[in-house]
Nanobody, 123 residues
């Protein structure tokens, strides 16, 4: 079992930036694929970004590619989501997730989840 603690959400103007952080408990952080998902009210939870165990390969949803960057610092047991050029459509609860298996984009294949952090982008 791993516990994920998210931070960095908040209110930002359109065009601005935020950096989300997700700190994981335990000493085996490097063995997990990490991902970010988001869910807006009334919408399905959607894949945002993920990266492999060593951070050498990243994956992005088309809607965020070129604006968001996912990274990880295994020494700090932390994964980040740098969000630039934010749009109102990015408004959602953002969830950090961990998976012990290989990369997938399906939310139901991830083993552990944070509580979510609200990101609100105003115009």
């Amino acid at each position: 079992q791993v516990q994920l603690v998210e931070s960095g959400g908040g209110l930002v103007q359109a065009g601005g930036s935020l950096r989300l952080s997700c700190a994981a408990s335990g000493r085996t952080f490097s063995s997990y694929v990490m991902g970010w998902f988001r869910q807006a009210p009334g919408k399905e939870r959607e894949f945002v970004a993920a990266l492999t165990r060593r951070g050498g390969t990243t994956y992005y949803a088309d809607s965020v590619k070129g604006r968001f960057t996912i990274s990880r610092d295994n020494a700090k047991n932390t994964v980040y989501l740098q969000m630039n050029s934010l749009k109102p459509e990015d408004t959602a609860v953002y969830y950090c997730a961990a998976r012990s298996g290989p990369y997938v984009s399906l939310a139901n294949e991830y083993d552990y989840w944070g509580q979510g952090t609200q990101v609100t982008v105003s115009s």
